[in-house]
């Protein structure tokens, strides 16, 4: 079917067609810059409250390793997270809050461990939002694994005996007066 728009005849099929084409797109990117806290997977497995923190190691951006057996005995948060992710940049200032207050007590030890983002992008974000939490860039998921399957940010509070007393996530967000 044809019609006449501005003096050009115009098909209406290609004139839908178009459109058609512009609304996909704009779904696809909305389901794009959305996921950064559920991606379209099953029911998460991760971590509860009552639950032992798994053994891991890190590197830090220091380079130096943090090994989760150092929390025997202190107070911890464990931080999960992605720069790129918008939910983890509005959690992170109030995690440099909490870190703040407990940065030189020596009961206290604060990690944020990146799921799949390396230095370079975490060092230009922590620059720029003034932040000096410590961290571990990882370019994969296998620690984020051992806790979680989906949603980040994911903050885990644990006990001196190694085992999770608060989890924080999308749907509970973190809360620095809670550490």
């Known amino acids: 079917m044809n019609f006449i728009m501005s003096g050009r005849i115009v098909n209406f099929v290609a004139v839908k067609s178009r459109g058609l ?20 997977m099953p029911e998460d497995r991760g971590l509860a409250v009552g639950d ?9 951006s220091d380079g130096s390793t943090f090994r989760s057996s150092e929390l025997q005995g202190k107070r911890g948060m464990i931080v999960f997270f ?16 909490a870190y703040d207050r407990v940065k030189d007590n020596p009961d206290y030890k604060v990690i944020c461990i990146a799921r799949e983002e390396g230095e370079a992008g975490i060092a230009a974000y922590w620059r720029e939002s003034g932040l000096t939490l410590p961290y571990s860039p990882q370019s994969d998921r296998a620690v984020y694994n051992l806790f979680a399957t989906v949603s980040i940010p994911r ?12 989890v924080y996530d999308d749907t509970t967000p973190f809360d620095p007066d809670n550490l």
Request: aromatic letters at 8%; one cysteine or more.
């Open 82 to 97: 992605n720069t790129e992710c918008s939910d983890c940049r509005r959690e992170l200032p109030k995690v440099q809050q």
């Open 52 to 60: 032992r923190v798994p053994a891991f190691s890190v590197t830090m």
């Open 21 to 40: 084409i512009i609304m996909t797109v704009a779904a696809v990117m909305w389901a794009f810059l959305s996921a950064c806290i559920k991606e379209d």
């Open 155 to 166: 903050v885990y509070i644990t006990n001196p005996d190694l085992v999770i007393d608060a």
